[in-house]
C-alpha cells in the first residue's frame, strides 16, 4: 500500500524568489507558477526561532513531468547565509532532475549555466551535476516516468542526495515510514560522478527508489522517486542547518505529496516517527490549500508532507481545482491536470 503519490516540491530558501525562479526556470524548464503567495509561516516557528515570520514563496513545476520546486524568500528578516555543503554533510546534499536523454539534457543546461561533464553514477548510467550562484548543487539523472511523451524531455525533480550519519537507520526511515523497498546500489569508495573536490574521499551511497503506483489525483505528473542516502566515511558530517533558521538559504526540505496524511501518520508513528509540525486540517496559502506536516529524518533534516485540498488553474477567473472530499485514490484524468500549464510563464 502506498503512503505517498510522488515528490510535490524541493524547498529552497533563497534572497529573491523572481530570480531564483529564473534561473530554474531557464536551466530545467520550472515554467508553470502553481502559486506565488506572500504570507506569515505561523506553524513553522519551531525552526523559526520561536517568531512568526513573513515569507513569500512560488511553486515552480515542469509539466513534461517530476516535482517543483518551492522557492521561499523570507521578506521579514535577512535570510541566514548558506553553509558550503560538502557530500556527506547531513542534510540535503544535492537535489535530481529528471531526463530521458542526458546528453541532450547536458548540451542545453550547459548554455544557461556550468556544468561537470557527464559521468557514470554507481548504477552504470551516465549523470552530472550543476551549481546555482548560490552554490546549491543539482543532479540530472536518466528517468523513465514521464507524464508527456516527447522525442527527448527535461523534466523535473526525481529526487534528492541527502547526506546521513548512519546510513542503516536512515534506510530504515525511507523504508519504513515511506515505503522505498527498493535498493539500486549499496556501494563504499570514492566515485567520479560527484565531482573533482571530492574524488578522492571515501563515501558510502545507497540509492533507493519508488516506483509510483499512481496513486493519488497528480501522482502521474510526478512521477517516480530517487532517494541517494551519502555517508562520509573519512570524516563526520557537519549539519548543514546547524545555528540556522528553515527558510534561510539552501535546500530546507523535501516534500511528498500525500494522498491520505491520517494513515501516513498512522504508518509513521508505528515506527516511532512523530510529526513535528501538523497544520491539523486546510492551511490556507492564498491561491492554493492543503493539510501539510513535517517530520525529522534520523539527522534532523526535514520530510514535508502535503495532502493537497485546492489547486489553481486558471487565477484570473477564480478556477481551481477542490480535491478536499475526494474519496477516489485515482490520479485525475490526464486532460485535468493538463490544465495546470495554463499558468505558463513565457519567456
Excluded at 517530476?66 to 553553509?83: D, F, V
Aim: proline content about 3%; hydrophobic content about 35%.
Amino acid at each position: 500500500m502506498a503512503f505517498i503519490s510522488g515528490i510535490q516540491q524541493i524547498g529552497i530558501g533563497c534572497i529573491d524568489a523572481p530570480t531564483t525562479f529564473t534561473w530554474l526556470r531557464k536551466a530545467f524548464g520550472l515554467n508553470v507558477k502553481i502559486f506565488d503567495d506572500v504570507a506569515k509561516a505561523a506553524l513553522m516557528t519551531k525552526y523559526t526561532g520561536g517568531e512568526i515570520h513573513a515569507r513569500r514563496a512560488i511553486l515552480a513545476m515542469n509539466m513534461n513531468g517530476g516535482g517543483g520546486a518551492e522557492i521561499w524568500q523570507y521578506t521579514s528578516r535577512t535570510p541566514g547565509a548558506g553553509k558550503k555543503v560538502n557530500f556527506g554533510d547531513l542534510g540535503i546534499n544535492a537535489v535530481k532532475f529528471k531526463s530521458n536523454n542526458i546528453e541532450t539534457s547536458f548540451k542545453n543546461i550547459n548554455l544557461n549555466t556550468g556544468c561537470t561533464h557527464p559521468e557514470k553514477s554507481p548504477s552504470g548510467k551516465f549523470t552530472f551535476m550543476l551549481s546555482d550562484e548560490s552554490g546549491n548543487k543539482f543532479q540530472v539523472v536518466n528517468d523513465s516516468s514521464w507524464f508527456k511523451k516527447h522525442v527527448f524531455m527535461q523534466g523535473g525533480v526525481c529526487g534528492a542526495i541527502i547526506g546521513v550519519s548512519n546510513i542503516d537507520l536512515s534506510i530504515a526511515f525511507y523504508q519504513n515510514g515511506f515505503g522505498f523497498n527498493n535498493i539500486v546500489y549499496d556501494v563504499s569508495g570514492k566515485f567520479n560522478d560527484l565531482g573533482e573536490d571530492v574524488k578522492d574521499q571515501n563515501f558510502r551511497r545507497v540509492l533507493l527508489t519508488f516506483e509510483n503506483p499512481n496513486t493519488g489525483p497528480f501522482s502521474k505528473l510526478l512521477g517516480n522517486i530517487q532517494i541517494e542516502l551519502i555517508q562520509a566515511l573519512d570524516r563526520k558530517g557537519q549539519k548543514t542547518f546547524e545555528n540556522r533558521y528553515w527558510g534561510d538559504l539552501g535546500f530546507i526540505h523535501l516534500c511528498f505529496d500525500v494522498s491520505s496524511m491520517n494513515r501516513l501518520k498512522l504508518n509513521l508513528e508505528k515506527y516511532k516517527y512523530k510529526f513535528t509540525v501538523d497544520s491539523g486540517d486546510t492551511f490556507d496559502m492564498g491561491e492554493s490549500g492543503g493539510r501539510f506536516a513535517y517530520v525529522e529524518d534520523p539527522d534532523g533534516t526535514l520530510i514535508e508532507m502535503v495532502e493537497t485540498h485546492k489547486v489553481p488553474i486558471m487565477k484570473k477567473l477564480g478556477i481551481y481545482f477542490n480535491l478536499k472530499n475526494r474519496k477516489s485514490q485515482k490520479p485525475l484524468p490526464n486532460w485535468m491536470v493538463g490544465l495546470l500549464g495554463l499558468n505558463k510563464v513565457n519567456d
